[in-house]
């Protein structure tokens, strides 16, 4: 009796594939066998790199009145086209207006102010901004100015009883400390004696102002203001006379 026995199966190699592992820090597949990098970034990191980004710029520390000060606001990273644009407080700087220059290029932009003063002063801004997006930044300029009048102090008069006032308006950086005094005869000789302030009848307003409640005869006189500010001294010292009638 023949047995028959079957032919041997043939063994077929099958090829699996192996669940591909990701490199959570590098981004890198690894399947058995072969090893696959990708470089190429996600639409969100893509479109950031192609966001506006402004390098800091900063003024001088000490910039005295008269001078010329210059600062560039650069494009640190961004897609082109760029819009550029300049701030002071908030209000946007025009080129051409109150010595102001503005010089804008494909990736800067460059802030010149002639002859600078304390009206000067304040926080400047500029504004970068494309399709992707937009930043700024700010950086302040303090002008640093010997004081100068802005209301001179004239003589006045008041009636007796009456409220008077005598004026010194200086402005300056660092702000004025405006100081008052009084002409007084003392043996035959004038010597200038300070004000007496504090009370409630004679006062010294924020200003400069020096405010007299109720004048009485004995404050007729001549009065001097002088503001200061460690740059200087306001010019010339100006006397007025208070006539009580």
Known sequence: ??????????????????????????????????????TRLSPLAHARTREPKVQPFHFPKTVLR??????????????????????????????????????????FSVLEV??????????????LKNLQGNDAYSSQLLVQAAPEWVTKPRDTSSALNGPASLDCLAVGYPTPTVRWSREETVSDDVELR???????????????????????????????CVASNGLGQGPGRHAHALASR
Not at 197 to 207: K, Q
Request: glycine content about 10%; charged content about 20%; hydrophobic content about 35%.
């Open 1 to 38: 009796m023949s047995s028959t026995v079957p032919p041997p199966r043939s063994l077929a190699r099958r090829r699996t594939s192996a669940p591909p592992v990701r490199d959570a820090t590098s981004g890198v597949e690894a399947r058995a066998g072969t090893c696959a990098a990708s």
């Open 66 to 107: 008269g001078e010329k000060v210059r600062v560039v606001c650069s494009a640190a990273s961004g897609a082109t086209p760029l819009s550029f644009q300049w701030l002071r407080d908030g209000q946007r700087l025009s080129d051409g207006a109150h010595h102001v220059s503005i010089k804008t290029f494909d990736d």
């Open 114 to 127: 002639a002859n600078v003063g304390v009206a000067h002063n304040g926080n400047y801004t500029c504004a």
């Open 194 to 224: 300070p004000v007496p302030l504090g009370g409630a009848r004679v006062s010294l307003l924020a200003n400069g102002t020096l405010a007299i409640r109720e004048v009485r005869k004995e404050d007729a006189g001549r009065y001097r």
